[in-house]
């Protein structure tokens, strides 16, 4: 079965430090790899696509990087206002249009 | 990217009653999605709102309880019936515009409560 699992659940940083989200996965035929930003009471918010090992994406103090198994989201210095959930999914081959998400990473950065 | 809309934004209603979502595009879009947010969790496909014909429902999620509509390629609607408090959850679409991505993209979406 396809799976998603990301950690930590929540991390604390302080302004300026910075730090890696994980997302590792289980899927027949990866498609894409998803990362989307959440605040509260919003929807969220796509930031990367990634397709193969190897391949990383930049927005700002973001990267994203992907292996075979799992998925990175470095955050370089990160600020208050990155505080959100962060959220991978996975889209296989054979499933179609089906995202399967994991649960997030809640940010806080305190300043 | 597209710009989504969604109505309600949040709406508090008795258990057995009807909800419907509508969801408003700024675009054409061919590809239309929604999903369900449960409390502390995860998304959750619903269905594909299809163009013409009748939603493509994932497992679990039958048309009975949750009926589409995608009259146009700009927008759909997603009723929740006979509700029980179990549905209480954020209720959100989302688009796949382009051609060759396949990223999704989503609207604010609609948080209902059922008392």
């Known amino acids: 079965e396809d799976q998603v699992t990301q950690s930590p659940e929540a991390l604390r940083l302080q302004e300026g430090e910075s730090s890696s989200l994980n997302c590792s996965y289980t899927?027949?035929?990866?498609?894409?790899l998803f990362w989307y930003r959440q605040d509260p009471g919003k929807g969220p918010e796509f930031l990367f696509t990634?397709?193969?090992a190897g391949e990383e994406k930049e927005k700002e103090r973001l990267k994203a990087t992907l292996t075979k198994k799992e998925s990175f989201l470095h955050i370089t210095a990160p600020k208050p206002e990155d505080s959100a959930t962060y959220l991978c999914?996975?889209?296989?081959?054979?499933?179609?249009?089906?995202?399967?998400f994991g649960t997030g990473t809640s940010l806080t950065v305190i300043p | 990217s597209a710009v989504i809309s969604q109505k309600p934004s949040r709406d508090i209603c008795q258990r057995g009653t009807s909800l419907t979502i509508q969801c408003q595009v700024d675009?054409?879009?061919?590809?239309m999605f929604w999903y369900r947010q449960q409390p502390g969790q995860s998304l959750t496909l619903i269905a594909t709102?299809?163009?013409?014909?009748?939603?493509?429902?994932e497992s679990g999620f039958v048309i009975d309880k949750f009926p589409i509509s995608r009259p146009n390629l700009t927008f759909s609607t997603l009723t929740v019936s006979n509700m029980s408090p179990e549905d209480s959850s954020i209720y959100l679409c989302?688009?796949?515009?382009?051609?060759?991505?396949?990223?999704?993209?989503f609207g604010p979406g609609t948080r209902l409560t059922v008392t």
């Open positions: 989302s688009v796949r515009p382009g051609q060759g991505a396949y990223e999704q993209y």
């Open positions: 899927v027949s035929g990866l498609r894409g």
């Open positions: 990634l397709y193969s």
């Open positions: 999914a996975v889209q296989a081959v054979i499933t179609g249009n089906q995202f399967y």
């Open positions: 675009s054409q879009v061919t590809m």
């Open positions: 709102a299809n163009q013409g014909s009748e939603a493509t429902y």
